[in-house]
């Protein structure tokens, strides 16, 4: 270390980060460097003090210590300094180091990713070539397996080589000369030496030895070479013999391409194409012809047609009479139909013994049940409920098709309302007996005889009335009624003689269906005949499946269902539609061809309903788009019935200016699928009893989707038919304030023509719209330019009094033309 000019330097030459490497100072301060890897840290140098030369005071010239501090006070404020420096300095060092750690441990979790990819894409490698081997050894085996030959037997032994033999002994070579022309024995032992790798790998290759026998082995059959020469000496005689025709049956769907036709004729397809062209077809092998041009081009060919349809496929399903001594009794299916609140679920709760109208959003049935239950007297019963609600019109046909009894329920307090009405009519449709039940009799306000007098009206006649429908005093709260009312069902079941055949394969009526999250699609099935048992295969509409479990209206998993039970099956491959017939089948091939049939003639029928067949139909749909706004929507529910009702009361809203179009509809939970086309469409997203999951939720919000919650089908209808009245524009309505009578006509530079009037009528405003009258002829409709009073611009001028007009862009004004003053107001339009 030197000391020059004032100045110290440390000659650290490649010092480490973190150390001490220069000093130097300016004046009297010294300084201290420490670089660091990423900066460079200047700081005072121990023991200098501000102003000073770095040497303490204390003790030396009086001259240079501050006026007033003594030799102690100096002192102390030299080394808490020092001390402040010290730590600062340590401080520094402390900071390298922490920053030296972390990119060492940085290093170190970067090297460990590295040999951690590097092990991951070796062991990838490795897999590779593992299969890739095992593959050749795969093809390697069948190659050798397909190429193998059986071994030639060998030839008869000469009798006088096998006497030669005898007379030699055993262990005695022959002493007869060998054959030296013996090629193929020669081959056949090389062939053995080689052995069977290299057999299989030359079999499929010419050698020299087969090349000189002229092939590999293989002579013509007896019938070939007769038929050979029978054509020669044909040939050779002069004959012209046709071969016979051979006459097949020809089976032809619908549709068939050409290349296919010739094919199943045995014709050549050049033959074929040519009769068409004959009948002027134009067409080529790969086009497509229909069944009657197939027929005509089959008979002249000589063959004979089998027309077969694509609906052939159902015919597996059985549809068989069922014997008399296979029909056992079961039990009667019963539907409980009725208006909105008058007590149906109630009563079924009663009947039961359970509380569902409590678990139920809004009081009211919102899905179709199927519940089974047992009377005191033994007889088992099976019950649907249907929904009230105007939109559910669907579900009570389907509730009507599948019943044995419709038990209609009318309320003593409300009488015969238009569900009532609806059911007596899906009752009738479906020709099931009646059975009424004229429930809340234990109100003060009842009136039983009201109703069955309304109810003749609707050519429903109790049998109070001398008619033949049974009719019940019922009380779902005090149970009163509920004993007669199963006697009279089961008086109506004993008629009826309900009987099916347990024996066969089963069918059945899906009644709900729904898509839950930890069982998947679930149907709610009424099997009709039959015996449905785990493990069946079954084909449902467009979906087919194989029964997993089926569990009861309890809950309980059971192994098998019969006639009349209602139960939920799982092991479907998609959800079905609601109404939907279940047949069982047998096999998995079957299932899956009937549904796929199914689903593409569904799929064809929605096409051409939805396409115009001519050019003045696209023109008007076209036309008929444009004009009228459209508000569209997604809906999500938790069954099928509820999705369908939905979709029905959506297609009721608007008019000829508004309507609601349904994008997609489904069951199950909001998918993030769901928010990406509501995005695109700019459609909310209503879930009905059903809520979105996280991922669509996040997606939601990002995208800016509104996602709406209902429980109650009749808010989520009021809620879509006022966002659907805002499409409506709005109403203009004129309003009439006042009129004015041009007295004279004035010019006015910079202005044009001024008309000096008298209002004679109302009051004339400034922003009001105007309309100007010859000989009671509207001429010129616009606004005012200006509206004075004497030489004031005012905002309206009052009956009676004169004012100077102006009219905006018009100047075709004369005395005695009477001005039209009136308002327009817009008026906000709604929904019926």
């Not at 105007?390 to 599948?402: C, D, I, K, L, Y």
């Not at 099997?527 to 295969?537: A, F, M, R």
């Not at 079905?576 to 593409?600: F, H, K, M, S, W």
């Not at 004369?814 to 817009?826: A, S």
């Amino acid at each position: 270390m030197s000391d020059n000019d004032g100045k110290k330097t440390l000659g650290l030459r490649g010092s480490r980060p973190g150390q001490v490497k220069q000093s130097f100072s300016h004046g009297r301060t010294k300084n201290v460097v420490v670089e660091t890897k990423r900066k460079r840290v200047v700081v005072p140098k121990p023991g200098a003090a501000a102003g000073g030369s770095g040497k303490a005071p204390a003790g030396g010239d009086p001259r240079k210590r501050p006026a007033g501090i003594s030799d102690a006070e100096m002192e102390r404020r030299m080394k808490a300094l020092q001390a402040a420096k010290a730590r600062e300095v340590e401080e520094a060092e402390k900071r390298v180091a922490e920053e030296k750690a972390r990119d060492e441990e940085r290093k170190r979790r970067r090297e460990e990713a590295e040999a951690k990819e590097r092990e991951e894409r070796e062991r990838e490698e490795a897999l590779k070539a593992k299969a890739e081997e095992e593959a050749r050894k795969k093809r390697e085996a069948e190659e050798a397996k397909t190429r193998a030959k059986p071994a030639p037997a060998a030839p008869a032994a000469d009798p006088a080589a096998a006497q030669a033999a005898e007379q030699r002994g055993p262990g005695k070579p022959s002493s007869a000369p060998r054959k030296k022309d013996d090629r193929g024995g020669a081959t056949e032992r090389q062939n053995r030496g080689k052995g069977s790798r290299d057999d299989g790998r030359r079999s499929g290759k010419l050698t020299v030895n087969q090349a000189m026998r002229g092939g590999d082995g293989r002579q013509r059959s007896v019938a070939s070479m007769r038929r050979k020469q029978e054509r020669a000496r044909q040939k050779a005689m002069g004959e012209n013999v046709e071969r016979e025709k051979i006459i097949r049956d020809v089976q032809v769907p619908e549709a068939i391409v050409v290349s296919e036709l010739a094919n199943r004729m045995a014709e050549r397809v050049a033959d074929v194409v040519k009769s068409l062209m004959k009948m002027g077809m134009m067409v080529t092998q790969n086009q497509a012809i229909d069944a009657d041009t197939a027929e005509l081009i089959i008979e002249e060919f000589g063959h004979k047609i089998v027309r077969v349809s694509d609906a052939d496929v159902e015919d597996v399903i059985d549809s068989v009479e069922d014997k008399e001594e296979d029909l056992k009794d079961r039990a009667p299916i019963i539907t409980i139909m009725g208006h909105v609140d008058h007590g149906k679920t109630s009563l079924l709760d009663a009947i039961r013994d359970a509380k569902v109208t409590a678990g139920e959003a809004g009081g009211i049935t919102q899905h179709i049940g199927a519940y089974q239950v047992k009377t005191d007297s033994g007889a088992t019963l099976s019950f649907l409920d249907t929904p009230g609600h105007a939109a559910f019109t669907s579900m009570r046909a389907r509730g009507a098709q599948v019943t044995d009894i419709v038990v209609l329920v009318v309320a003593a307090d409300d009488s015969v309302m238009p569900q009532t009405i609806e059911a007596i009519n899906h009752a009738k449709a479906a020709g099931v007996p009646m059975i009424v039940a004229i429930n809340k009799c234990d109100k003060p306000t009842a009136n039983p005889d009201q109703v069955r007098a309304e109810l003749l009206q609707h050519e429903v006649i109790v049998e109070k009335m001398s008619g033949e429908v049974q009719d019940v005093e019922v009380s779902a709260i005090t149970g009163a009624g509920l004993d007669e009312l199963l006697e009279a069902i089961a008086l109506q079941s004993e008629i009826l003689e309900l009987k099916a055949n347990p024996t066969r394969a089963a069918s059945g009526a899906v009644i709900e269906a729904q898509l839950d999250v930890g069982r998947g699609p679930v149907a709610t099935v009424l099997v009709q005949n039959g015996t449905l048992k785990q493990g069946d295969i079954f084909v449902v509409g467009e979906q087919w499946g194989k029964v997993r479990a089926l569990v009861n209206d309890h809950g309980e998993r059971v192994k098998e269902a019969g006639p009349s039970v209602p139960v939920e099956v799982l092991g479907l491959n998609g959800t079905p539609e609601a109404g939907d017939v279940l047949n069982v089948v047998d096999t998995e091939a079957q299932a899956r061809e009937i549904a796929e049939y199914r689903e593409q003639a569904a799929k064809d029928k929605r096409a051409a309903a939805g396409a115009a067949t001519t050019l003045e139909q696209m023109m008007a749909k076209a036309k008929a788009d444009k004009d009228v706004a459209e508000l569209p929507i997604l809906v999500k529910a938790d069954v099928q019935g509820s999705a369908e009702a939905i979709v029905q009361a959506m297609e009721k809203i608007g008019n000829d200016e508004v309507r609601v179009r349904v994008l997609h509809y489904g069951v199950g939970a909001i998918t993030e699928t769901d928010v990406g086309l509501a995005e695109a469409s700019g459609a909310p997203v209503i879930g009905f009893n059903v809520r979105a999951n996280a991922s669509a939720r996040n997606s939601a919000n990002q995208k800016g989707v509104e996602i709406r919650y209902y429980s109650v089908i009749y808010d989520l209808v009021d809620d879509v038919k006022a966002a659907a009245s805002g499409l409506l524009s709005a109403e203009v309505r004129e309003n009439f304030i006042g009129y004015a009578e041009i007295r004279e006509v004035f010019k006015v530079s910079g202005v044009g023509k001024v008309a000096g009037c008298l209002v004679t009528e109302g009051v004339a405003r400034r922003s009001a719209g105007v309309r100007l009258l010859r000989d009671n002829v509207v001429i010129h409709e616009g606004t005012l330019k200006t509206l004075k009073r004497f030489k004031d611009e005012v905002k309206e001028v009052l009956s009676g009094q004169e004012c100077g007009m102006a009219f905006e862009n018009y100047d075709d004004i004369r005395p005695n033309d009477v001005i039209e003053i009136f308002e327009r107001e817009e008026v906000e339009r709604t929904l019926d």
